[in-house]
Each structure stands twice: as C-alpha cells, then as structure tokens.
C-alpha cells in the first residue's frame, strides 16, 4: 500500500468511534470496537479477527500508561488498516494490564496481515502520541466522534507525501 492510497482511506471515522464506552471487560470492549470495524466493511470475518486480537492479547497485554488499551492485530480478515476508538463512560475503566491502572481509552488497531511493517508504524506512531498527557486529555475530552477521528487521523500522517 503506497503512501497515496492510505491518504485516500483515513485510519479512523466517526462511525468508528464509541463515546461513553461500557463493557464488561477488555474482550467485551474489543468485541464492541471490532463489530464498527465489521459494519463500516473493514474486517470480514468478526469472529475470526476477535479471535486474533484476543490471543494477542493474551500473550501479552496492550495497556500504555495514562489509562489506555492498544488491543491490535495484523490478519488476512481486515480489508484496511483501521482504527476504532472507545472512550469508556465517566467513572468506567477496564483493565488492560497496564502497571498503572486501569484505561478509559481503547483504540483497537486492525492491519491487513501482509502489512507488517506498517502494522509496526502505525503502533508505534500511536504510541508515541498517546505518551503525550496532552494529547490522551483531548481525546476524552473531546465528546464528539468527528473530533475524535480528525484528532487520530492527523496523528498519524507519517507518510511523506
């Protein structure tokens, strides 16, 4: 995929967006996401992806510092690299094994599977954001999906253009 094509599909979308987020559990939570990833004809198989991002997550857990999940997987059932976002309900955490506690926010990562080195991108361009309180604080604080997308989105322009 050239830089070209992924300008053309944004990571994210309002429509991919959860506000006011509840679950269960991180398995809930990922469920939740990935059913947007499902509808918006982004993954192919629901079940399947689940599937994957639940034994990634079992071999290692996707908590970041600053209250946020990352729950991700590269699989041959995603069409386009895509992220969700669910911004849990006020006074609603789930545990995503971070060491400092419990996240309020979850982006759920999907790359297709021979997109290795920009599953590893895209992870890691995140992160980097998501290290930055500032940036974490606008994304809860922004209480609309539009907002939240641009925010992702602009993010993440690491291609050269």
Do not use: C, W
């Amino acid at each position: 995929m050239s830089s070209l094509d992924l300008q053309d599909a944004e990571l994210t979308t309002p429509e991919l967006v959860i506000l006011d987020m509840v679950a269960e559990n991180k398995e809930e939570a990922a469920a939740q996401l990935a059913a947007r990833l499902f509808e918006s004809g982004r993954i192919s198989n629901l079940e399947g992806f689940l599937e994957q991002v639940n034994s990634r997550e079992h071999q290692m857990a996707t908590g970041l510092p600053g209250g946020v999940g990352i729950p991700h997987a590269r699989s041959e059932h995603v069409q386009q690299t895509s992220i969700a976002v669910g911004v849990t309900r006020y006074g609603h955490s789930l545990d995503f094994g971070a060491v400092d506690g419990r996240a309020t926010l979850i982006l759920l990562i999907a790359t297709p599977a021979q997109s290795f080195s920009e599953h590893l991108e895209v992870l890691a361009t995140l992160a980097r954001s998501l290290f930055k309180e500032n940036f974490r604080e606008s994304l809860r604080r922004a209480h609309d999906e539009e907002v939240i997308a641009e925010l992702i989105n602009s993010s993440l322009v690491f291609f050269d253009h």
